[in-house]
Nanobody, 126 residues
Framework: QVHLVESGGGLVQAGGSLRLSCAMS????????MGWFRQPPGKEREFVAA????????YYSDSLKGRFTISRDNAKNTVYLSMDSLKPEDTAIYYC???????????????????WGQGTQVTVSS
């Protein structure tokens, strides 16, 4: 069973930065493609970013590209989401997810992921 644990969320002022981390407890991290999703208050979960097993390929929500950066360290079994120039509308619960396989455009959809973390709250104050 794969377990994902997010950390790094918190309260930040608009214009600030945060880096979220997501650690996989098992040693099969390198076999998984990884993604970040978020769920703003009262809204549906939405795609943020994804990264392939080796980190060679990355994918971003068009609306977030340029402010958010996904990266991974396979030696530490951890994926990161660096968030810059944060806005109040970035307030959400952020989830990391693991996928055994990426095909087509499935990385942009929550149904493409096999395992999910519990989420970490990010609140951006104005």
């Amino acid at each position: 069973q794969v377990h994902l644990v997010e950390s790094g969320g918190g309260l930040v002022q608009a214009g600030g930065s945060l880096r979220l981390s997501c650690a996989m407890s098992e040693g099969t991290f390198y076999r998984h493609n990884m993604g970040w999703f978020r769920q703003p208050p009262g809204k549906e979960r939405e795609f943020v970013a994804a990264i392939s097993r080796t980190g060679e390929s990355t994918y971003y929500s068009d609306s977030l590209k340029g402010r958010f950066t996904i990266s991974r360290d396979n030696a530490k079994n951890t994926v990161y989401l660096s968030m810059d120039s944060l806005k109040p509308e970035d307030t959400a619960i952020y989830y990391c997810a693991a996928a055994i396989m990426f095909t087509g455009r499935i990385m942009y959809e929550s149904r493409g992921y096999d395992y999910w973390g519990q989420g970490t709250q990010v609140t951006v104050s104005s």
